[in-house]
């Protein structure tokens, strides 16, 4: 390495961080560019959804399955609702009832993945064999069978999915934790007799961190797609509430007739999936090369 | 004994007590529920003397060990007990056994399954070699910005633009796939053809991505880069020196995907309307018939665990640490 | 048909002319090699040498006309026999690579195919060229075998990679090479994955190979003794530059360039030995097992004086390192007492206070890992002043300050991260952290093997002066009997986790030798062209 490099280098931190980070989003692909964008147009609807809808989220404005108009862009639906006014709304209660259950995911998994790594021990060997186990039934029948059983409710979907979403948040978590904690500068922490706490947050966590940033992404987009997935299913989030995955299967018959309405939630959906998996690839192709294709 | 069969045995074992412990939290899911299910079902109103009745008509007056080892013992057996489904009056006339009900439907999720595998493991396993061959190629890019358009969206909703496009707007598939006992082998293809296009799409997407990742990291090895410089010819080099180490990667994408399609029938059965298992789960569900839903949630766990057992044992096998131990 | 060619010796080979070569990185080309001219005769050795970055191996791959993925040549020629490989076609290089020309890499483990037996790979060139059939392939590589010393030549192709030594499959390897009987033979570092006497028996039956069939080789290496037992003749390299060339006597009797000049002095640095009989740290009779099983230390008994070096060397699986886990509790000892300032020392890293920590600092040998790379210097500095010595603030800053000034580098590095220093400044910055614990005893686990010897030489001068500066013992763990020459006091020599020898430096390095200790010490490659020669004859003397 010569002498030029490392100065190069050296005047690269004199930047301030908001500097760094403008520069690296100039440096993002169109892909990534258009998924930020995406991203944060829906989490505007989904903030300002009262304000930006015409109409309320079970207001009732005109006739059952209406075409659509100059006021109705989208038409109504199956009782008389403006679907344009319910798909904005629907990004609210989607979105957020995703978030809160991959935060609630990742707040199980993260803490207990981190803790396992770093104690190792039996603690470790009992909860990756259990979590082997859960792993071992697919998330969507395995959420199915929960639901039938526990009754449908949002705080029960929040829950039951939470859980079984985070044994993928714990083998993550774990596994990048431990690949940092056998590392020798862990070693060295531990020889000056730091405790835990160092350890994990001054350590570990500073290490693992943009991949469990990039996975959040992934996790929430695998959560989204979760919960429009049993709400189409009429066993997710209930009516009246406004919901993607819902609408779609409410008015799921007009697209025999030749009419694409159940198609506007169903790609508001897959919009912000895509959105949310190309600002992931661009981030882990930045942050590590690694993870390609999973 | 041979290391081979060996670590095969203790691989075996190991799914054996998966599936064990699976069963065991599919059965006491149905125990978990504060209350228990009667009153669930029943509504908290109901007085002692209903909730006695339904439950000993349903044998849940039982304990639950004992259930436990009579649905696992009839489940081997391919007998999952009584459905609830018609069950308040439990007459025997009106009895319906889960296994009647789930036997045909089984077989034609297991058709659309095998369906969808024959176009797509092949199709998936070429796509995904060639982007890895001609990987940073434009070929590659829009490869890739294509399949993960394709596994970010919701099955539902490449399946209704199919049906949009190809069934509604151009008629050249049924738009549902209704099939039954009586129809012929042909007719059941081209009726679920909608259905396979859809799973097909959804399943190439993952696995040509999984196989070009591995496929990339196998070509990556030293011992690909003598091949080449030994003189081998290019298929050569493949054929003998890439695909031998290959097979344990392949397993497991194609393990992989197959069990993701497992549960992508769910959805796209739905979608369709067609009679299969997944089909069927939901419809248990939302009629909160347990015995149907634990049956159809085995089925599907224990498919699941299979397919990734035999991944992991095609690797032990093809292994050649452990085939010619030192 | 390669065999039909009329091949004399001495008539020109290769001719390379103002070859470039860059690298794609970081969205850019970067030239790896700078503009270099290279000419090799038939049946000429000629040894590419340089420190990492030189561009050695490139130039070396670049002969056979192969640039590896993500390089490119940017321009030149490469002439091979009078065939232009920048532009010949895929396929005609295709037909040369393994039949007139072959390569050895550096790690032979990982360039046999796992699934395949030695036999099989060993005669692939010739059976695809078409030089030789089956049968006659397998005779000839049982020769080869032979030649090449390695045991049971009739039924060692029949294994696979897995089931033999890393000596016997770089060996096998150049067999593999040897196959077609090529022109040129380009061996890729070649032993630097090797233990030092292993690696003597590899140059030995290589270099006899190559004589024998008067193969033209390209040798790359950054082991100066070695390459003078090899080549003909040496390249130097720098930055992708040449430095200067000439024949392998003359450049070591008398380099002209001041570069070569720093590389030939290396090790200049020699210090005197001292006695001391006041001990720091005493191990004895330490076993210790990994998971109950496999014992690594047995019976260890090693004393460490106050303010001295003592080296601990031994080859791999010697249990050098595991008697560093064992001083420091990472692996507590199953038999046996370690003292430290005349007080048993807690065999578990827990039951140690926090004086007796800071008291025994470590050093890693890559301070890439050693080093939080989400830390800065500040911090990686400043936490054991904070935790061992309650400084904060300013008092901090300024010993941060006065510790960075003391390793050579200043304050301008204290806001860096590990990943915008180099090697050596990494190591320093390692060194600081150890120090700044103000410590008795610092344990250095191969610290200088990881970088390139100019930098090596100096973090040893820098370690040698810290130690004069604050009284400091080193526990000297390496596989470098250069190093160990350079710095020790006491030397341990270790083998299969049992010592083989204490004493002082002058002791251990001269005559009498126990057998294990003469074995190592006569197996590291001298700076002499005829080093090896010799040592051949005085063994198979000593044989007979």
């Given amino acids: 390495m010569s002498t030029q490099n490392v100065d190069i280098l050296h005047m690269r931190t004199k930047r301030t961080w908001s500097q760094d980070a403008w520069r690296l989003l100039k440096s993002a692909p169109i892909s990534a560019k258009f998924g930020m964008f995406v991203i944060a147009f829906y989490f505007f609807c989904a903030v300002f959804a009262n304000i930006i809808a015409p109409f309320g989220e079970a207001e009732i404005v005109g006739k059952a399955y209406a075409p659509p108009s100059a006021a109705h862009w989208f038409g109504l639906d199956q009782i008389g609702r403006d679907t344009l006014s319910r798909v904005i709304f629907g990004a609210r209660n989607t979105i957020f009832i995703a978030l809160a259950t991959v935060l609630i995911s990742f707040f199980i998994g993260g803490v207990l993945g981190i803790y396992a790594a770093v104690t190792r021990g039996w603690m470790d060997q009992i909860v ?19 639901l039938a059983m526990a009754g449908k409710s949002v705080w029960n979907l929040i829950f039951i999915l939470a859980l079984l979403d985070s044994t993928r948040v714990f083998r993550l978590a774990r596994n990048t934790a431990l690949s940092v904690a056998v590392q020798d500068f862990v ?8 405790g835990m706490i160092w350890v994990v947050f001054r350590e570990i966590i500073p290490n693992i961190l943009p991949t469990l940033i990039a996975e959040f992404g992934l996790r929430f987009s695998f959560v989204f797609l979760t919960i429009s997935a049993l709400s189409f299913l009429g066993v997710g989030i209930q009516p009246p509430t406004a919901d993607w995955g819902s609408m779609v299967a409410e008015s799921k018959t007009l697209i025999t007739f030749g009419r694409p309405q159940p198609l506007i939630p169903a790609a508001a959906i897959a919009l912000l999936t895509v959105a949310v998996n190309f600002v992931v690839d ?9 993870r390609d294709g999973q | 004994m041979h290391p081979v069969m060996k670590t095969v045995l203790q691989r075996l074992g190991l799914g054996f007590l998966t599936l064990l412990a699976v069963s065991v939290i599919i059965f006491s899911s149905l125990e978990l529920l504060p209350g228990g299910f009667a009153e669930a079902t029943l509504g908290q109103s109901a007085t002692p003397e209903t909730v006695a009745a339904f439950n000993k008509s349903l044998g849940l007056d039982r304990p639950a060990i004992t259930r436990y080892f009579e649905w696992v013992g009839g489940a081997v057996q391919g007998d999952f007990g009584r459905s609830f489904a018609g069950a308040g009056g439990w007459r025997e006339q009106n009895v319906r056994y889960v296994s009647n009900i789930i036997g045909p439907r089984l077989y034609n999720t297991f058709f659309l399954a095998a369906m969808t595998a024959i176009f797509a493991v092949p199709i998936a396993l070429a796509l995904g070699l060639l982007a890895a061959l001609y990987r940073n190629s434009w070929y590659d890019r829009i490869v890739n910005s294509v399949t993960l358009t394709t596994i970010a969206s919701p099955e539902f909703f490449v399946a209704y633009i199919l049906m949009f496009f190809l069934a509604v707007k151009f008629r050249v598939f049924y738009p549902l796939s209704t099939v039954n006992a009586t129809t012929p082998f042909w007719e059941h293809v081209s009726r679920a053809a909608l259905p396979t296009i859809t799973l097909t ?20 090895s030293p011992y690909i880069e003598m091949a080449k410089l030994k003189g081998l010819k290019p298929w050569q080099v493949i054929l003998h020196h890439a695909l031998p180490n290959a097979w344990a990667p392949i397993a497991t994408v194609i393990a992989f995907n197959l069990a993701y399609l497992v549960v992508g029938v769910v959805v796209v059965e739905v979608v369709f309307v067609y009679p299969g298992i997944g089909q069927l789960m939901v419809d248990s569900v939302g009629s909160r018939d347990m015995p149907v839903a634990q049956a159809c949630a085995l089925i599907f766990a224990a498919t699941y665990i299979m397919l990734n057992l035999l991944a992991d044992i095609v690797a032990i096998v093809t292994n050649p640490r452990l085939l010619h131990p030192k | 048909m390669a065999n039909d060619r009329k091949r004399v010796k001495g008539t020109p080979l290769i001719e390379i002319r103002g070859l470039k070569i860059e690298g794609y990185s970081d969205e850019k080309w970067h030239p790896i090699i700078k503009g270099i001219d290279l000419d090799l005769k038939r049946g000429e050795v000629l040894g590419l040498i340089g420190e990492s970055g030189a561009g050695k191996s490139t130039l070396g791959l670049a002969t056979m006309g192969y640039t590896k993925p993500g390089c490119r040549i940017s321009a030149g020629t490469v002439m091979f026999d009078g065939i232009d490989l920048v532009n010949a076609p895929q396929e005609q290089l295709r037909k040369m690579w393994g039949s007139q020309i072959s390569y050895v890499a550096q790690s032979a483990a990982a360039s046999f195919n796992p699934a395949h037996r030695l036999m099989e790979q060993v005669t692939e060139s010739a059976r695809n060229h078409g030089v030789m059939d089956t049968n006659k392939a397998e005779a000839d590589a049982k020769d080869l075998f032979k030649r090449l010393q390695l045991p049971n030549p009739d039924t060692i192709g029949t294994r696979y990679p897995h089931q033999v030594s890393g000596g016997q499959l770089q060996r096998a390897m150049t067999a593999m090479a040897m196959s077609c009987r090529p022109d040129l033979i380009v061996f890729d570092e070649p032993t630097t994955a090797l233990d030092v006497t292993t690696q003597v028996e590899v140059l030995a039956s290589m270099r006899r190979i190559v004589e024998e069939f008067d193969t033209a080789a390209v040798y790359i290496t950054h082991d100066l003794a070695v390459v003078a037992q090899m080549a003909h003749r040496i390249m130097v390299l720098r930055y992708g530059n040449l430095v200067e060339q000439s024949d392998t006597r003359s450049m070591l009797k008398q380099p002209t360039q001041d570069y070569t000049k720093s590389l030939w002095a290396v090790r200049s640095l020699e210090k005197p030995e001292e006695k001391s009989s006041d001990i720091a740290l005493s191990v004895s009779g330490v076993d210790a097992t990994y998971s109950g099983a496999m014992k690594v230390l047995e019976n260890v008994t090693v004393r460490l004086p106050r303010g001295k070096t003592v080296s601990v060397v031994g080859e791999s699986g010697s249990g050098k390192s595991t008697l560093a886990r064992a001083i420091t509790g990472l692996l507590p000892v199953s038999k046996g007492r370690i003292e430290f300032n005349g007080k048993a020392l807690p065999a578990k890293l827990k039951d140690r206070d926090r004086d007796t920590l800071r008291r025994i600092q470590m050093i890693y040998q890559s301070a890439d890992t050693a080093l939080n790379p989400r830390q800065r210097v500040r911090d990686i500095i400043g936490r054991p002043l904070e935790f061992y010595l309650g400084l904060t603030g300013a008092a901090k800053e300024k010993k941060i300050i006065a510790l960075l000034d003391n390793i050579e580098l200043g304050e301008n590095f204290i806001d860096r991260f590990p990943g915008e220093m180099s090697g050596g400044q990494k190591q320093r910055i390692s060194i600081a952290r150890a120090l700044a614990a103000e410590p008795d005893i610092i344990i250095c686990d191969e610290v200088t093997s990881a970088l390139d010897q100019i930098v090596q030489e100096e973090i040893l001068k820098l370690l040698m002066r810290l130690q004069k500066d604050t009284g400091v013992s080193y526990l000297f763990i390496t596989h470098d009997i250069a190093t160990v020459r350079a710095i020790s006091d006491e030397i341990v020599v270790m083998y299969k986790g049992k010592v083989v020898q204490q004493g002082l430096k002058s002791e251990v390095l001269n005559p009498p030798y126990p057998p294990y200790t003469e074995l190592l010490l006569s197996s590291v490659p001298q700076m002499d062209p005829d080093w090896l020669t010799g040592l051949l004859k005085q063994r198979a003397g000593a044989k007979v």
């Fill in chain 1, 187 to 194: 070693e060295a922490a531990r020889l000056r007799g730091e």
């Fill in chain 1, 282 to 290: 661009w981030f882990l192709h930045k942050t590590s090369g690694l």
């Fill in chain 2, 201 to 220: 799409l959804v399943i190439i997407a993952h696995m040509m991505r999984m196989t070009r990742a591995s496929i990339i990291s196998l070509l990556a």
């Fill in chain 1, 128 to 146: 990756s064999r259990i979590v082997d186990i859960l792993m071992s039934i697919p998330v969507l029948i395995f959420a199915l069978m929960l």
